[in-house]
Each structure stands twice: as structure tokens, then as C-alpha cells.
């Protein structure tokens, strides 16, 4: 019976780190694809090209602390598969709320946000906040009274 136990906390285990994983890969997938369309979009471009998009200027800075945002859900993806539970709980839940506070908040800078930003927006804090909560409702499976089955 023990090894059946072990079985299955090694696998509720593994579970949830794939689905914390894929989570933070859908989620990236979406932030790419929003600024790729974001690249396409006429009244943006004319932006990009002047270096000041929705009265922010476009610096190295700028670039730089976009890139160690971003380095976040790329980090999510392999620290999701490899932390121990709570370290990896942990990581989630504040990887989340950073990632989700962020997307919110560009909601409100800057200029009027486009349709399919809005769109992107709603899809990428649905996710960043379902990691948060699959991470908060996480109960270590090492700790579970073992059940007999």
C-alpha cells in the first residue's frame, strides 16, 4: 500500500507542476502574440518608429526593465517543473500576483488601450490569476494523511 500512496502523491505532484507549467507557457504565448499584432497596428507603429508609445518613451532602461518582466513567466515555465512544493508554490503565487497587477495596470496607462489589447488583457490576467489560486489551493501531497485504496 505504501508504494501505491507514494504513486500517487508523486503524481498529484507532478500533476500540478504540468499544469502550472502550461499555464505560464499559454499565457507567454498570448503576451507574445498581443505585441506581435501590436508591431502590425498603424497607430502604434507611428509610435514605435518616434520612440514614444502612449506618452511613454521607448529607452534602453524601458527596454531592459521589459525584459526582466518578461524574464518572469520564461523563469515560470522551467522553476514550475523543477521547484519543490513550496518553494514552487510560493514562486507561483507571486510570479502570479506581479504578472496579473502588471497586466491590469496597463490597462489604465497611458493611452486608450486597443479592442484586441483589452482582449489579450482579460485572457492573460484570467490565467496569471488561476495559476495565483491553483498555486494558493496547492496542498502539499507529502503532507496528506494517507488514504488506502
Do not use: H
Not at 5 to 18: A, F, S
Not at 114 to 132: A, D, G, M, P, Q
Request: hydrophobic residues 45%; aromatic residues 16%.
Amino acid at each position: 500500500m505504501t508504494n501505491n500512496n507514494t504513486n500517487k502523491k508523486t503524481t498529484e505532484m507532478e500533476d500540478m507542476k504540468g499544469k502550472l507549467s502550461t499555464l505560464w507557457i499559454f499565457v507567454m504565448f498570448n503576451y507574445l502574440y498581443c505585441d506581435f499584432m501590436g508591431l502590425m497596428d498603424p497607430e502604434l507603429l507611428k509610435q514605435y518608429m518616434t520612440g514614444n508609445v502612449g506618452g511613454i518613451q521607448i529607452t534602453q532602461e524601458f527596454f531592459l526593465g521589459a525584459a526582466i518582466l518578461m524574464e518572469i513567466p520564461i523563469a515560470m515555465v522551467l522553476l514550475s517543473r523543477i521547484f519543490k512544493y513550496r518553494a514552487n508554490r510560493w514562486a507561483n503565487i507571486i510570479a502570479g500576483t506581479i504578472m496579473t497587477a502588471v497586466q491590469f495596470s496597463t490597462l489604465f496607462f497611458g493611452s486608450s488601450p486597443t479592442i484586441y489589447y483589452v482582449f489579450f488583457s482579460i485572457i492573460e490576467i484570467s490565467c496569471t490569476s488561476l495559476i495565483v489560486w491553483y498555486a494558493w489551493k496547492w496542498t502539499n501531497p507529502e503532507s496528506s494523511p494517507n488514504t488506502k485504496i
